[in-house]
């Protein structure tokens, strides 16, 4: 094959990445792999949120880019039925009957299909129940993701 002809690979739907990121809210850097090494994933698999999966979209490897991601499309609005009272009795149920829980403390719980897992905030604590918070943690806010495409299968 002449090198001359040889043309460099884009990003498309299903392209296998290895790339560096970073993802950043108000409060900062939420992930950054630019000083470790890089990720691996594969687009349409849901790894990133769809609209960083967008903005990867037709990339060529070699790009380095940075995006401003509006609040409405980052993760989404925040939703006032993702914040839920749990009982302390289900709590004592799925984990350590001895935990105590503090505000702003993720915990983690097992999907209902025991399928992996998903994680919420604490935003209150009660005598007989806990407050959390599943919405994701950058919900309702505008995020910047900074991305450099190293390889793309």
């Keep these: 094959m002449n090198p001359s002809t040889s043309q460099i690979p884009f990003v498309t739907q299903g392209s296998f990445l290895t790339l560096h990121y970073r993802l950043a809210g108000p409060q900062g850097d939420i992930i950054n792999t630019f000083l470790e090494k890089p990720a691996t994933l594969s687009l349409g698999k849901s ?18 880019a940075t995006f401003e991601i509006p609040k409405d499309q980052a993760f989404g609005s925040r939703n006032s039925d993702m914040l839920q009272w749990v009982s302390r009795q289900l709590l004592k149920q799925m984990g350590d009957p001895l935990e105590t829980y503090q505000i702003g403390e993720v915990v983690e719980f097992p999907a209902p299909n025991g399928q992996g897992t998903y994680a919420g905030s604490v935003q209150q604590v009660a005598e007989d129940a806990v407050l959390f918070d599943f919405n994701h943690p950058l919900a309702g806010h505008a995020v910047t993701f900074e991305v450099e495409i190293i390889g793309v299968l």
Excluded: F, I
């Design 47 to 64: 790894e990133l949120s769809p609209a960083m999966e967008e903005k990867l979209m037709g990339l060529s490897e070699g790009t380095r």
